[in-house]
């Protein structure tokens, strides 16, 4: 009777924790499948357009296994930790969120079927009435109009996001509504589209508002459309990157990239017909550069804030089809676009009750900003945008290749592109897939994302996801200070110099103590850095300096063993998907391999080797060091190890011989950074 009871007790629970199957849809499979794969088209990741339309239904099923009727708000389980709502308690703004960002993924499902289902109810009728329910005094989800003295918030965010999806698909959500709710919610919308905004990606929010109304008739402010527009554009710095005050970031791609695009592409040719060539314009830019930023197999970098919006930051590939550019390899854009969808739709840790973490691969706390809710992660279908490109477009239509990685990249062993606007380093290493990008960091001090983990590393790569820092000085791809007892200070403030001979200059000081200075040189190497780093201080303190991070994945320990080679010692860990070497070459006393807990956004365990030393007081010291990689199982060589030849310090300049006969001098010359 026990085993029996124990059986129905376990069914109940299923269900109880999975609130899909009350809609009859049956259990779900763990991760994505791309069923009937496409491999004439797409050989590489076996999806078609199709297969996108798959991935956004299985994306939305999962919201709508919340909802019961059409009264039924976008209330999603709090994820434990920073994420709001902090007291657990349900708020309008919450819901707004996760209306209008699921709203996202189910466009393209609606446009394609206006008539489309999810458990026996019509998409397009619940949206319409959720709409009229933001202007409805009685619902729970309803936003009253922007007080005259009020300021931008969340809420415009989301009205922005709104405006985008009336603008894609009025027919199934604007033209069916009375005039009265089209008149309560163009006066609500309004006066947040009207109001004030924040001097970043925030302002397309207005654009976006205030174009959709205009288009339906509406009095706006045009002078203030038209500023907003004109503030949108000078924030562009070339190679398709958009300085979103002040960070770099994928604000560029899922914000200015974006909202630019489709503003152009429904609205610009109507309204300023040369702010919408300079849209696309800087679109087309971005395709000498952003794509590189991808790994051979389409994954995007763990880097910056709001990474739970994940591959919303491939949104720009798509949108490329709208230029009709017969030079763009679009067979490259798609296959990064449908590879970045897949690097996180098949992950097991993706999705926990039906719906999208707030993580990166999984739920990852470190990660998370408290502005962002559970319905937040859903940013990452404005992917599914793309699916407005028409399905005879070039993009969805060309044969899926590997662009540069099919012989650019693997005949460069290790390429670098630089935004000379942004600052912006990308290279790619043939021999693991990987892509890297060094970018810009200056914060005095921590916020909600500023001068955090999210911009702080010295480089971000595709293959080895940010690690978070630990109390007890566990650092990854970062310097770190003892600055009193057992407290730890990582660096967070850059100053890029420049870059020559393949050589990337940034100056640092240490935020809380600006007597300590750094002058780094990041040198890529076909197989990992050569760090030559000049260290300040007026007094003495300890320094670490950590290598990435590798996860340990449950079937395996992780390996570590040493490798010596005259007078070098390399010190070596394997996780049985690659390896990670650091060799000390000068200044340092001592390699430590670090083991953490609940730092890695991959596995609740990791190993990271950091280098240990003292600085001595008013004394400039050099820093040289070798951060290698390799896939697990293959061989290293001593040339691979031990690349240097020969180092010569000579005031404030070092020369570099290589084995391979390369020579390259840099010169270390502090800036002031105050």
């Not at 994505?32 to 994306?59: C, I």
């Not at 020559?500 to 990041?522: F, K, N, P």
């Not at 031990?642 to 084995?659: A, D, M, T, Y």
């Amino acid at each position: 009777m026990k085993k029996y009871m124990f059986g129905f007790m376990s069914c109940f629970i299923f269900i109880v924790s999975y609130p899909m199957d009350m809609f009859g849809q049956g259990t779900r499979d763990a991760v994505f499948k791309v069923k009937n794969p496409d491999l004439n088209l797409s050989p590489y990741t076996g999806m078609n357009r199709q297969h996108w339309l798959d991935a956004a239904e299985y994306l939305l099923k999962g919201a709508f296994s919340y909802v019961s009727n059409l009264d039924s708000p976008m209330e999603f389980p709090k994820q434990p930790g920073r994420s709001y709502p902090r007291d657990g308690v349900h708020t309008e703004t919450e819901r707004l969120e996760g209306l209008c960002r699921t709203l996202f993924i189910a466009l393209p499902l609606m446009k394609g079927n206006p008539d489309y289902e999810i458990g026996g109810l019509k998409i397009a009728d619940y949206y319409r009435h959720q709409i009229t329910q933001l202007v409805n005094p009685n619902s729970t989800s309803f936003i009253p109009p922007l007080p005259k003295k009020g300021g931008p918030s969340q809420k415009l965010v989301e009205f922005g996001g709104l405006a985008v999806s009336l603008m894609a698909a009025p027919e199934i959500l604007w033209d069916p509504l009375s005039q009265e709710k089209k008149d309560t919610l163009a006066h609500t919308l309004l006066s947040y589209g009207n109001g004030p905004t924040i001097d970043m990606n925030w302002r397309f929010f207005n654009v976006m508002i205030l174009s959709f109304f205009k288009s339906k008739g509406y009095s706006i402010r045009e002078d203030y459309l038209k500023e907003l527009l004109e503030k949108c554009l000078s924030d562009y710095k070339g190679n398709g990157w958009y300085n979103d005050q002040p960070y770099y970031d994928y604000y560029s791609m899922w914000g200015y990239q974006m909202y630019g695009t489709l503003w152009a592409t429904y609205y610009g040719d109507q309204l300023y017909p040369d702010y919408a060539k300079k849209f696309r314009t800087h679109l087309r830019e971005m395709v000498g550069h952003y794509p590189y930023m991808f790994s051979k197999d389409g994954e995007m970098i763990m880097w910056g804030r709001s990474i739970a919006y994940r591959m919303g930051a491939a949104v720009p590939f798509p949108l490329m089809g709208f230029l009709e550019d017969q030079s763009i390899n679009y067979g490259w854009m798609r296959r990064i676009a449908s590879g970045t969808l897949l690097q996180f739709l098949k992950q097991p840790d993706f999705l926990s009750e039906g719906i999208p973490t707030l993580g990166f691969y999984g739920a990852f706390e470190p990660a998370v900003q408290e502005y962002s809710c559970r319905g937040s992660a859903f940013w990452l279908g404005k992917i599914f945008l793309g699916l407005l490109i028409p399905d005879d477009n070039i993009f969805w239509t060309a044969n899926e290749n590997l662009g540069a990685w099919e012989s650019e990249i693997p005949k460069a062993k290790v390429l670098n592109k630089l935004a000379p606007g942004a600052e912006i380093l990308i290279t790619d290493y043939a021999g693991i897939g990987a892509s890297e990008i060094r970018a810009w960091c200056d914060s005095k001090t921590i916020g909600y994302y500023q001068g955090t983990e999210n911009y702080n590393k010295l480089a971000y790569n595709s293959a080895f996801p940010w690690q978070a820092d630990g109390k007890n000085g566990e650092v990854s791809m970062n310097y770190m200070f003892q600055i009193g007892g057992n407290k730890w200070e990582s660096l967070r403030r850059y100053k890029f110099i420049g870059y020559q001979d393949d050589i990337y200059h940034r100056d640092a000081v240490l935020a809380s103590d600006s007597t300590i200075s750094l002058q780094l040189a990041d040198i890529v190497l076909p197989n990992g850095i050569l760090r030559v780093d000049q260290v300040y201080s007026q007094k003495s303190i300890a320094l670490r300096l950590g290598h990435y991070a590798l996860p340990q994945y449950e079937d395996r320990a992780i390996v570590e063993h040493q490798i010596k080679y005259k007078k070098w010692t390399a010190s070596i860990i394997d996780n049985g998907q690659y390896q990670l070497a650091v060799v000390p070459v000068e200044g340092w006393e001592e390699v430590e391999i670090v083991s953490a807990a609940g730092l890695n956004p991959v596995s609740e365990t990791s190993k990271v080797l950091n280098l240990k030393a003292n600085t001595i007081a008013n004394q400039k010291q050099l820093f040289t060091t070798l951060m290698l990689w390799k896939k697990s199982g293959e061989k290293w060589t001593n040339d691979e190890l031990f690349p240097i030849k020969k180092l010569n310090q000579k005031l404030n300049q070092v020369g570099i011989s290589r084995k391979n006969g390369r020579y390259q001098a840099l010169n270390l010359i502090s800036t002031d950074q105050q």
